[in-house]
């Protein structure tokens, strides 16, 4: 049913019809409102679920971590300093390999403190062995949970999962959402069936050392989980397609990219402006698409290649920054498209929160058209 | 000098909302420092996130704004870094009780030469209303709408018996007091810790029957015995307020301190 729907609110509804049975949540802004909004369901006895008010993002994975190896289904939500916090837990999580799917609402990291939006924080964690998802708007940031869920407790995965959708834009910001029910949504996404659980009468133990003899195999294997995902994602947005029609299945999406000259490449609510900016740019004669990028991890390579394989440059908009690198996405279509004589120019925009309007992408254009890239976009020179 | 050349005029309006106890803690602190005669720069004021954690951005000495949690850990380096420092750390109840308790407890333990001023507002204030550890139970919170069921922190009890020097608790109601309180604990070598509990009415009073700011703050006036008085009527079977919160001087001792200069 279409509701209009506060993002963080939509995704408390989906949360709730996925039917966790733990979830572990400390308040950090702008995430705060989706587990204040299943802290009442909890209380209103409306979802069967054990509800901790923990005292730090680090208990709260922690957590999480205990309640998972337990064999629950389990949720968390958090953004930056957060996430920051809870750095050390979410490298055990994926390697105890625990389907954990956690909201990230994305926020920027600390020094200087700023509560608002870029996607530096999960970014951050790219490392981790957590699968990545960005959503454009609320319907896709409501709709990942439920495939999230489905690919990361696949027993040939087994792999936690970060559904990241950008803080305040999306978060705090009323849109039409079409929610399922929740007897679809059990159709969609049976009972947790965990893998392997702590269970006194068949004990195993969970993160035990590894000797030199045996880390690289834990990592390799974690790895090649990442990797076979991408076809388990693929499958469940198929599932998704053919029940609720919303077509989920690429872990990429192109927008006008066919003939495209130029090509963005972006992720998560910029994707948006991104598409208005270019319905502009055609009705004046510029040939420019849209590459989104919906899976960061496992990262789409071959996709990538194969979609901008045709285009002139290619022009990325990085939320986030390696510092004394590049943007992690850049670094990632280059290397995707390495030995292609596609020039690939890198945007750093909206660090904390700065807005981007439609005309920032006609002038990222203009930029790219120019050869002009690998800069701060919007950089105010009168403040340095 | 006065307590009001310390505030950074060019800073304000300040985010607080109207009717919030933090000012007045504030206020308190910077007479205590007034009256200490310590110079802008030979004193620092830290803290870690929250509503109370605010406050060093208000004022015009060396300050770091740090993470949550953390401010009596960069409070230990910035003490011992540079040990001719007068050290205030700014902190709230969310911020040293739950997610920097490990912190409090080991910094009473050292017991270093900080003066650490809690502004307990019994509620996440910041992001919304959230139980915090302080949240008295049964009280109503975004995260507790029916109640918190969980018992609440002793702050004064936790420091005290983790090892602080100097321990007492106020309210924003006893201006005089805590102003003394913070006097008392910045002459003391070691840890000094002031717990003075605000009202909160933006996420605290309106959702526990609070109407108006000042039932808080009556709240706070009527509830209040002093320890000592407390015992005694106590001992004598006496019928005190119902809650009771003890105030007044916890503890004040001379347990070797570090960060001070012999």
């Known amino acids: 049913m279409m509701e209009i729907m506060e993002g963080s609110h939509a995704v408390a509804e989906a949360v709730k019809q996925c039917r966790p049975e733990v979830i572990a949540a400390y308040p950090i802004t702008p995430q705060t409102h989706i587990v204040e909004a299943l802290a009442d369901m909890v209380a209103d006895c409306s979802l069967d679920c054990e509800y901790i008010t923990v005292e730090s993002e680090f208990s709260a994975l922690s957590a999480c971590l205990g309640a998972s190896a337990a064999g629950s289904r389990v949720y968390s939500a958090t953004t930056s300093q957060g996430l920051a916090l809870m750095f050390e837990v979410c490298y055990n999580v994926a390697g105890m390999r625990l389907p954990i799917v956690m909201s990230i609402v994305n926020r920027s990291l600390g020094a200087p403190l700023s509560i608002w939006n870029d996607q530096q924080d999960s970014i951050s964690l790219r490392d981790s062995g957590w699968l990545q998802y960005y959503a454009e708007d609320n319907q896709e940031a409501t709709d990942l949970h439920y495939i999230a869920y489905k690919v990361a407790e696949d027993h040939n995965i087994l792999l936690p999962a970060f559904v990241c959708f950008d803080g305040f834009i999306l978060s705090h910001t009323y849109e039409p959402v079409d929610m399922i029910t929740q007897e679809q949504a059990d159709r969609y996404l049976p009972a947790f069936k965990p893998y392997q659980k702590l269970d006194c009468r068949d004990p195993i133990s969970f993160g035990m050392y590894a000797t030199p003899d045996y880390y690289l195999e834990f990592r390799y294997e974690i790895d090649q989980a990442m990797k076979r995902s991408a076809a388990v994602f693929e499958k469940a947005g198929k599932e998704f397609f053919e029940m609720f029609g919303r077509d989920y299945r690429s872990p990429v999406e192109e927008y006008r990219l066919d003939d495209a000259d130029t090509a963005i490449v972006a992720m998560g609510s910029i994707c948006g402006t991104v598409k208005d900016a270019i319905d502009e740019m055609r009705d004046a004669g510029k040939k420019v698409g849209l590459l989104k990028i919906r899976t960061f991890r496992p990262f789409p390579s071959a996709e990538v290649k194969s979609a901008l394989s045709g285009v002139s440059r290619v022009a990325v908009l990085d939320k986030n920054i390696s510092l004394g690198a590049k943007g992690a996405v850049a670094l990632e279509i280059k290397d995707a498209l390495y030995g292609s004589q596609v020039p690939v120019l890198d945007y750093i925009i909206a660090l904390g929160g700065r807005d981007v309007r439609r005309k920032d992408i006609r002038e990222v254009v203009s930029n790219a058209e120019a050869g002009i890239g690998d800069l701060f976009y919007g950089l105010r020179t009168e403040v340095l | ?262």
Request: proline letters at 5%; aromatic letters at 8%.
């Open chain 2, 1 to 262: 000098m006065t307590y009001q050349e310390w505030f950074r005029e060019d800073r304000l309006p300040h985010i607080y909302c109207t009717g919030c106890g933090n000012g007045t803690v504030i206020n308190c602190t910077l007479m205590a420092v007034d009256e200490m005669g310590w110079k802008k720069e030979d004193t620092a004021f830290i803290s870690g996130i929250g509503c109370s954690s605010r406050a060093p951005g208000y004022i015009v000495t060396d300050s770091l704004h740090t993470t949550h949690g953390r401010a009596l850990a960069f409070a230990t380096g910035v003490k011992l870094g540079n040990p001719d420092l007068h050290v205030v750390v700014f902190t709230g109840d969310g911020d040293l009780a739950a997610i920097g308790g490990n912190h409090f407890i080991h910094a009473c333990r050292r017991n270093i030469d900080l003066t650490v001023v809690c502004m307990n507002n019994q509620i996440y204030g910041m992001t919304g209303g959230q139980g915090s550890p302080t949240t008295p139970m049964g009280a109503l919170s975004t995260t507790t709408p029916y109640g918190s069921a969980e018992p609440a922190f002793d702050l004064c009890e936790l420091a005290m018996a983790a090892g602080a020097n100097y321990v007492s608790r106020w309210t924003s109601y006893h201006v005089k007091e805590l102003t003394r309180a913070v006097l008392t604990g910045m002459q003391t070598p070691g840890l000094s810790f002031i717990e003075a509990l605000v009202q909160c009415p933006t996420n605290y009073g309106r959702r526990n029957k609070f109407k108006q700011v000042l039932d808080q703050v009556e709240f706070m006036r009527s509830h209040t015995v002093l320890i000592q008085k407390l015992k005694r009527m106590e001992e004598q079977g006496e019928k005190f307020p119902d809650p009771v919160i003890p105030v007044g001087e916890f503890v004040r001792r001379n347990r070797p301190a570090l960060g001070v200069k012999v």
